[in-house]
């Protein structure tokens, strides 16, 4: 079973414009919608439609925290917040003639007692396996992931910015950075899917026993004791891209999860994904023809 830990949760307000942004004039979107969001809570959602057994965690407060609260009970989510005084942010994406601006919030400031309430919440539910999703609110440094990992007789998994990444101390069974986190918190040239692996193979030398790095458009890597494997991404007509790193590592982890083998699991995620990416916002796609369109997905050795 899996926990997913998210401390800074978000409600992905999702807006469309058929023009290109401009400055000082009002833009009137075509269609908007709101998504419960926060990197954890997306990789619930989606382990859920999987039927994969999951409880999602994490700091919830103000109005939109209850509508997370309200959409995971809607969507059949297991959940098991810590309440928090502040309000749970709300994250925007305008895509405006095809172009994508994302803008996030910081999320409100916690104490770092929360850490010892999620841990306690955590705990309770006995986990095998618990993902730590997304970026850390005010008043919470690295150490609050750290603590997550060697709280328990659980493998973690972190899904986090590359800054928070190269500060983690613990040992980690899997990270998943995208290309950028991945050049910055290594300083490798990741301009190609080679050095790519590579990256990897460097945060594998700092505690991270397996890698799954997402590449956007060019697909992903999925690096460990097996080997290096490269699946390319599907050729798709995308919406936008938020949230596709979680379905790529939600699919990895449903297909771990029932057996499948690392290629098996990276063709998952990459079908996982290719499904998130043609949807608006962050809400679970339909996922009736995962297994047709990883059958469709390329994978190599390298
Ligand atoms: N333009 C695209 N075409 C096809 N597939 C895509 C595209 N962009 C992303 N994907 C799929 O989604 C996966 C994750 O993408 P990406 O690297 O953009 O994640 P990310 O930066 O972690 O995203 P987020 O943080 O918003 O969840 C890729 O590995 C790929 O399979
Ligand atoms: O600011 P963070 O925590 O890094 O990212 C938060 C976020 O952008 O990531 C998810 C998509 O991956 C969204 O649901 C959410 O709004």
Same mark, same amino acid.
Not at 42 to 48: E, P, V
């Given at each position: 079973?899996?926990?997913t830990v998210?401390y800074?949760p978000a409600v992905?307000?999702?807006i469309?414009f058929?023009e290109?942004m401009a400055?000082d004039r009002?833009m009137r ?5 709101f998504?419960?969001g926060?990197?954890?809570i ?7 439609a999987?039927d994969?057994?999951c409880v ?5 407060g103000?109005?939109t925290?209850?509508?997370?609260r309200e959409?995971l009970q ?10 928090v005084?502040g ?11 095809a172009?994508?601006?994302?803008l996030?919030?910081a999320g409100?400031a916690?104490?770092?007692s929360v850490?010892?309430?999620l841990l306690e919440?955590v705990r309770?539910q006995?986990?095998?396996? %618990? =993902?730590v &999703?997304g ?5 919470l440094?690295p150490?609050a992931i +750290?603590?997550?990992? *060697?709280? @328990?007789d ?8 590359g800054?928070?990444l190269?500060?983690?101390d613990a ?6 950075p995208?290309r ?8 490798a040239d990741?301009?190609?899917?080679e ?6 193979d460097v945060?594998r ?5 397996r ?5 956007g458009?060019d697909?992903a %890597? =999925?690096? &460990?004791d ?8 599907l050729?798709? +007509?995308v919406?936008? *891209?938020v @949230?596709?790193?979680d379905?790529?590592?939600s699919?990895?982890?449903?297909a771990?999860e029932?057996?499948a ?12 994904s290719?499904?998130?990416?043609q949807r608006a916002?962050t809400?679970v796609?339909?996922l ?8 469709g997905?390329?994978v190599r050795?390298l």
């Open positions: 079973m899996t926990v998210t800074n992905d307000q999702t469309q058929d290109r400055p009002v979107a075509d269609e908007a919608q998504d419960a926060g990197k954890g997306n990789a619930a959602q989606l382990l859920t999987m994969r057994p999602a965690t994490g700091l919830l103000g109005f925290g209850s509508f997370i959409t809607d969507d059949g989510v297991e959940t098991a917040f810590v309440d005084d309000t749970t942010r709300l994250n925007t994406t305008a895509i405006a003639a172009e994508e601006y994302k996030n919030q409100p916690v104490d770092e850490v010892d309430s919440q309770a006995s986990p095998d396996r %618990v =993902l &999703g970026s850390l609110p005010p008043g440094t150490d +750290d603590r997550i990992a *060697t709280g @328990g659980w493998e973690t998994i972190v899904d986090t910015g800054d928070v190269r500060e983690l040992q980690y069974g899997l990270c998943k995208n950028a986190e991945l050049g910055d918190a290594t300083g990741v301009s190609t899917v050095g790519c692996a590579d990256a990897a945060f030398d700092r505690g991270f026993d890698v799954l790095a997402s590449l458009a697909g %890597v =999925l690096v &460990g097996a080997g290096r494997l490269y699946a390319e991404a050729d798709i +007509d919406v936008d *891209t @949230g596709a790193g379905a790529l590592l699919g990895v982890l449903s771990w029932a057996g083998d690392d290629e098996t699991a990276l063709r998952t995620g990459v079908a996982v290719a499904q998130v990416v916002g809400a796609p339909d009736d023809d995962i297994d047709s369109l990883r059958d997905v390329t050795r």
